[in-house]
């Protein structure tokens, strides 16, 4: 799938620690705490130097820090991390994606003195920014938006587009040009559905428009399924090209424990995370595959040489047979 010399973009979380809640991610169930099956843990600036070498590091065009479970300010050493990288590699392109609703003054201007190129997540103004991401501040991030631009730092405004904050797009737009950042990006990641509970189990609100069942005794109690791998989601469509993002990027994931895998979907802590039928069935298919992927104990060219067992997969009949859900949900095209 990829040669260790072909690498050129890493996707790395150092963090699967975050302070906030957001309903509709992976590392809680709606907004309550609950962990299906993941380690929460830090990568620290040793492990880092541990799994890049100097001469690795050279090689690479962009490392991009955004985690599947966890945010980088949730990593005191997330600055020193970033400034290594950049004693390597001057013309190296360092992304962060973060809630950064943390933090002090001088966390972001070492950030921005190491040039790297920071991503508000800014889902709104503040009447509507925590209605998704909760337990975040919206002017502590703005704050540190503020200083980490005056600092010569470069901001990116990215803003998920929901029912409830669409009518304040063009006003985030104009704010996010009047404070300094570079660009304001706009995504639609299909998040806009769903219940969202308080840390307790209490039902907070609703967000869009949801018809599900929303008491939450009886959703989070719910017997996980053993769904047909072919009925798991129903906006599959079957067997398709796959156009890997590994192959195309030379890209590779590493997650906070430095467990390495072929791309952030394939990310999902196979061997240990259980959460929701869609994940079951994809990581009941991956673990069989996954051998000596740990970087702080194996070579990073060790811990990518059973990628070609995933590229195989694509070759099968259908998903019983072994086909990855995840590569031809993720990667299909028609």
Not at 113 to 129: N, P, R
Not at 131 to 156: D, H, P, S
Not at 168 to 191: A, M, N, P, T, Y
Not at 292 to 305: H, K, M, R, W
Request: with cysteine; net charge neutral.
């Amino acid at each position: 799938m990829i040669r260790y010399s072909e690498i050129r973009e890493i996707h790395l979380e150092i963090s699967s620690l975050c302070n906030a809640r957001c309903p509709l991610c992976p590392r809680n169930f709606y907004g309550y705490p609950y962990n299906g099956g993941y380690v929460e843990t830090n990568l620290t600036l040793t492990n880092i130097k541990h799994i890049f070498s100097s001469e690795f590091l050279q090689q690479l065009n962009s490392i991009n820090i955004n985690g599947n479970f966890g945010d980088a300010v949730m990593n005191h050493e997330t600055p020193d991390i970033v400034e290594y990288f950049r004693s390597q590699n001057k013309d190296l392109e360092l992304c962060i994606s973060t809630n950064g609703s943390a933090r002090d003054r001088s966390f972001w201007t070492k950030l921005a003195q190491a040039k790297a190129i920071i991503y508000f997540c800014l889902d709104g103004l503040e009447d509507t920014h925590h209605l998704y991401r909760q337990n975040t501040n919206w002017q502590t991030i703005i704050n540190n938006a503020k200083n980490f631009i005056e600092a010569g730092g470069r901001a990116v405004w990215k803003m998920i587009k929901f029912d409830h904050n669409q009518h304040q797009i063009s006003e985030c737009k104009e704010l996010s040009k009047k404070i300094g950042f570079s660009k304001f990006s706009l995504v639609d990641h299909g998040r806009n559905a769903g219940p969202v509970y308080d840390k307790h189990g209490k039902l907070i609100h609703v967000m869009g428009n949801y018809p599900g069942e929303t008491n939450f005794e009886v959703i989070f109690h719910k017997k996980r399924t053993q769904d047909p791998l072919e009925e798991i989601r129903p906006i599959i469509t079957k067997y398709n090209k796959i156009n890997c993002y590994t192959k195309q990027k030379q890209s590779i994931y590493i997650s906070a424990e430095g467990i390495v895998y072929p791309c952030c979907f394939t990310g999902f802590s196979p061997k240990t995370f259980g959460k929701t039928p869609y994940h079951q069935a994809v990581n009941a298919q991956l673990a069989p595959l996954i051998n000596n992927n740990n970087a702080l104990q194996y070579t990073l060219e060790e811990c990518i040489s059973w990628f070609n067992r995933v590229e195989d997969s694509w070759t099968k009949d259908d998903f019983e047979n072994g086909r990855l859900v995840v590569c031809n949900d993720n990667c299909g095209s028609i």
